[in-house]
């Protein structure tokens, strides 16, 4: 379940029970294109972490919309912490989960420049794994005719026509210019939902797959 969801007596009853939780982290505010909504990052974690809830016994902590993101940060709405802070706050937010008994936790990370990040931050911790979704879901691969790009790209944009059809701006995906200029790699022209709902089922398989290989008694 959502740990936002939970009452405070229920959630020091989860801990004492020594759950994983489950932090995902998707930027609620970055440049994806002219296409896409700055949310793409925050709606995919979102989405992913929901589907591990309904698959095994974990905790979701709400979504940490902020994070590092360089790259991004020059495009109008995009907000961005630098390398030392983003650490310091997830930093923060597992030792705070640890100091009230969920010693087991799993970052979920949706972005690129954000892995090394949570690569450092998680090696202070005994229990910590970091899941990057970029790694996930490759079985899925086959599907995707133009595979160059990684951002705001075919798979994005599918994966967002699988979530939230409603918002891609469908007449904005033929894209014009370098990244500077558009905020996007790739070629979305060839996006669709179900293109996008197989890449979310092949990423939720491996994200599943990598929980019970680090605990097993999840299974």
């Given at each position: 379940?959502?740990?936002?969801?939970?009452?405070?007596?229920?959630?020091?009853?989860?801990?004492?029970?020594?759950?994983?939780?489950?932090?995902?982290?998707?930027?609620?505010?970055?440049?994806?294109?002219?296409?896409?909504?700055?949310?793409?990052?925050?709606?995919?974690?979102?989405?992913?972490?929901?589907?591990?809830?309904?698959?095994l016994p974990v905790i979701a902590a709400p979504v940490l919309g902020l994070g590092f993101y360089p790259a991004f940060s020059s495009f109008a709405g995009s907000q961005h912490l630098g390398a030392d802070t983003f650490k310091a706050v997830v930093g923060e937010l597992i030792a705070g989960l640890a100091a009230q008994?969920?010693?087991?936790?799993?970052?979920?990370?949706?972005?690129?420049?954000?892995?090394?990040?949570?690569?450092?931050?998680?090696?202070?911790?005994?229990?910590?794994?970091?899941?990057?979704?970029?790694?996930?879901?490759?079985?899925?691969?086959?599907?995707?005719?133009?595979?160059?790009?990684?951002?705001?790209?075919?798979?994005?944009?599918?994966?967002?026509?699988?979530?939230?059809?409603?918002?891609?701006?469908?007449?904005?995906?033929?894209?014009?210019?370098?990244?500077?200029?558009?905020?996007?790699?790739?070629?979305?022209?060839?996006?669709?939902?179900?293109?996008?709902?197989?890449?979310?089922?092949?990423?939720?398989?491996?994200?599943?797959?990598?929980?019970?290989?680090?605990?097993?008694?999840?299974?």
């Amino acid at each position: 379940m959502w740990l936002e969801d939970l009452a405070w007596p229920e959630a020091k009853a989860w801990f004492a029970a020594d759950p994983v939780v489950v932090i995902p982290v998707g930027a609620a505010a970055k440049a994806h294109g002219p296409h896409l909504p700055l949310k793409t990052d925050a709606l995919t974690a979102r989405a992913l972490a929901q589907a591990l809830i309904e698959r095994l016994p974990v905790i979701a902590a709400p979504v940490l919309g902020l994070g590092f993101y360089p790259a991004f940060s020059s495009f109008a709405g995009s907000q961005h912490l630098g390398a030392d802070t983003f650490k310091a706050v997830v930093g923060e937010l597992i030792a705070g989960l640890a100091a009230q008994g969920a010693r087991r936790v799993a970052l979920l990370n949706t972005g690129v420049s954000t892995e090394k990040p949570l690569d450092e931050i998680a090696a202070a911790f005994d229990d910590v794994l970091v899941l990057h979704m970029r790694l996930m879901g490759r079985s899925a691969e086959a599907l995707i005719e133009k595979r160059e790009g990684g951002h705001a790209d075919e798979r994005e944009t599918s994966v967002v026509l699988a979530l939230e059809p409603r918002s891609v701006r469908l007449d904005k995906l033929a894209l014009d210019g370098p990244f500077e200029a558009t905020g996007a790699t790739g070629d979305p022209t060839r996006a669709t939902a179900f293109k996008g709902e197989r890449i979310l089922a092949a990423r939720l398989d491996d994200l599943v797959a990598a929980l019970v290989k680090r605990w097993p008694d999840l299974s």
